[in-house]
């Protein structure tokens, strides 16, 4: 198994733990700095290991269909402890994570049409905010609110714009074939 591999195993791995210090408080007063700390390194995982892949021809399959399982399950699983937790509406979820279904089904379709669709911009400035809106919403820091309210607005919007986009540029996928 490759470093790129191993690494997105990592970050799998890093999920329950993560998990468990947003949830149960285990680490005290520090648990949501351990929680953010854990969301980073695994979030910086991601850019560590597909950078690797690239720069060495290290693409695997079971990267290609590991690694955005893997930022979904981290991202998912951030939302909806953020939900539980009361820091995010679960409408705002929905959206989010029903975006994530609606382009990993177009792109089964497209794969068995032998058809590979590329992440666009717009899915890459949205991951960027959704990011983003996770550690500021873990950090939960008060004089940030204001911030962590545009960033949480911004992600949704882009989330929405990169759905979008995404079905405009491949509706061609979903056409008939007889």
């Not at 210090?21 to 854990?38: C, P, V």
């Not at 994530?100 to 669709?117: C, H, K, T, Y």
């Not at 992600?155 to 491949?170: E, M, P, R, W």
């Amino acid at each position: 198994m490759n470093l790129p591999n191993k690494l997105t195993i990592l970050r799998v791995i890093m999920i329950p733990f993560f998990v468990v210090f947003m949830l149960t408080g285990w680490g005290g007063e520090a648990s949501r700095w351990i929680s953010l700390a854990i969301f980073i390194v695994a979030s910086l995982t991601d850019l560590l290991d597909g950078h690797i892949a690239r720069k060495y021809n290290l693409i695997t399959n079971f990267g290609k269909f590991m690694d955005p399982l893997a930022d979904k399950l981290l991202v998912c699983s951030a939302m909806i402890c953020l939900v539980e937790m009361g820091r995010i509406p679960s409408w705002i979820v929905i959206i989010i994570i029903s975006r994530e279904f609606i382009i990993s089904g177009f792109r089964l379709v497209a794969a068995d049409n032998g058809r590979v669709i590329a992440a666009s911009y717009w899915g890459k400035f949205k991951t960027t905010f959704q990011m983003l809106m996770i550690c500021l919403m873990i950090a939960n820091l008060a004089p940030l609110s204001i911030l962590t309210a545009a960033v949480m607005w911004i992600a949704l919007i882009l989330t929405v714009v990169s759905l979008i986009d995404y079905l405009v540029k491949n509706k061609d996928v979903l056409a008939d074939q007889h």
